[in-house]
């Protein structure tokens, strides 16, 4: 018991530490010095849960009492609110452009923007990408330019003041597939299918969550029932969402021979989608590592000069010399 009323008294558990084995601490022990390191008095080692008066005994047991309850009910609150439970959290891929130095797979942004223009254009816009930006990155600029007359652009006025439509340059943006988002509503049962730009960069999970989303359709569990024209994905915000699953084994043949496959399929237009959001991805990397190599000569020259420059300081003594 006395050793009990020790610690509270002390409030720490340094006093456990160094206790002595009888309650007299001794002058000596530095540090762990108790009231004025003498021994303990009664009236020291009254001042504990025990010996307060009534009221304040039972005003601190309601007040602990309440406390803890109120933690708790925030805690069961909080939980019960918590709905993000039900949604599958896609796992980490291990995408080639993952590593620190690692670049973007180009060959795979070229194959992904095939599946956009044959897949997902269909649905979805992507407004921020002209057909410029594709030049060097995935294709030359007279692919590009080929790829651009492929279609129709609304231009003008020309001299009589009328619109005319020209074939597309490299300076145009890529063609939406509908005029405005009530359009694109109304032909998709009321979802509206976002902008692709910056797709991995607006969701969280980024390409992971876009993988997961396109790749993890399936049959809803028992007793879970889907409204008319959505359909069941456990990736999704609440499961149902109103994109039809739009890739599948051999959904488009690649133009450069690689096995279309669904994962395939998704993993290409997941790694151009990436590229979209963030088309500097490869310029940054190149300039950590410049910065890592430069920052490697540069450190320890720098703190070489500064142990030369600061000598004089560091090793001088100053020594007072009183007047004789
Ligand atoms: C038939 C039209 C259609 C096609 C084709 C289509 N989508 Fe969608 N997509 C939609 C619609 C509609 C939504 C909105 C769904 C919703 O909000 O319930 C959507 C939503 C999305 C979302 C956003 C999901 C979210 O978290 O909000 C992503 C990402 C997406 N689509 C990617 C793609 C990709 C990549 C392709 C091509 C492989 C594609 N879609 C093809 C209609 C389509």
Redesign the pocket.
């Known amino acids: 018991m006395a050793a009990l009323r020790v610690v509270v008294l002390s409030g720490t558990g340094r006093a456990l530490l160094c206790m002595p084995k009888t309650i007299k601490a001794p002058r000596s022990h530095q540090g762990c010095t108790l009231g004025d390191g003498g021994p303990i008095t009664d009236k020291q080692a009254s001042m504990s849960f025990a010996s307060l008066p009534r009221s304040k005994k039972v005003a601190l047991t309601a007040f602990g009492v309440l406390t803890t309850g109120a933690t708790g009910l925030a805690l069961m609150l909080q939980q019960s609110v918590k709905a993000s439970d039900l949604e599958l959290h896609p796992p980490n891929f291990p995408w080639t452009h993952n590593g620190m130095l690692s670049s973007l797979d180009h060959s795979s942004i070229r194959r992904g923007y095939q ?2 223009k044959q ?2 254009a ?3 816009s992507m407004e921020y990408l002209a057909f410029r930006n594709l030049v060097g990155v995935s294709h030359t600029e007279s692919e590009v330019k080929a790829l651009a007359e492929e279609i129709e652009v609304v231009d003008g006025p020309d001299e009589s003041g009328e619109m005319f439509t020209r074939p597309g340059k490299l300076s145009d943006y890529f063609p939406k597939p509908y005029p405005n988002p009530e359009a694109a509503r109304a032909a ?1 049962g009321g ?4 902008d ?1 730009s910056y ?1 991995v960069n607006a ?1 969280h999970g980024g390409e992971d969550y ?1 993988f997961s ?2 790749t993890g359709y399936c049959e809803p569990p028992a007793g879970v029932e889907v409204r008319e024209g959505l359909y069941y994905n456990p990736y ?1 915000p609440g499961q149902s ?4 699953p ?2 599948y084994n051999e959904v488009l043949e690649f133009e450069d021979g690689t096995p279309a496959t669904m994962s395939q399929v998704a993993k290409d ?1 997941c790694t151009f ?1 990436r590229w979209a959001a963030e088309p500097e991805h490869d310029q940054r990397k190149r300039m950590g590592l410049k910065l890592l190599m430069g920052s490697a000569i540069l450190i320890p020259l720098v703190y070489y000069m500064k142990r030369h420059r600061w000598s004089v300081l560091k090793s001088r003594k100053i020594a007072y010399r009183p007047p004789k």
């Open positions: 599946v956009y897949v997902c269909a649905c979805h998709n979802a509206l299918p976002p692709l797709i969701r876009v989303l396109l999704f969402i109103g994109m039809a739009p890739i237009v989608l």
